[in-house]
């Protein structure tokens, strides 16, 4: 028999191992978050021709609703 130890939090037990997995979890994805939101930098590529138009209007003339 395995005996647990564990703490109420909330008016609820929990196991000591558990918490330690919950933090574990948390700390994973906060790291994930982390990792996700400075990482999209390096897969923005060059524009091709294609996708660029050839017509950009001047800055007074966009502001100004001409564009």
Not at 21 to 39: A, H, I, M, P, V
Request: net charge negative.
């Amino acid at each position: 028999m395995e005996i647990k130890t564990g703490h109420y939090i909330n008016d609820v037990w929990i196991c000591d191992a558990c918490i330690k997995n919950q933090e574990e979890e948390r700390e994973k994805k906060t790291e994930e978050k982390l990792f996700y939101s400075t990482d999209h930098s390096e897969t923005i590529g060059p524009a091709n021709k294609a996708g660029v138009s050839s017509y950009i209007p001047r800055a007074d003339e966009a502001r100004n609703g001409l564009g």
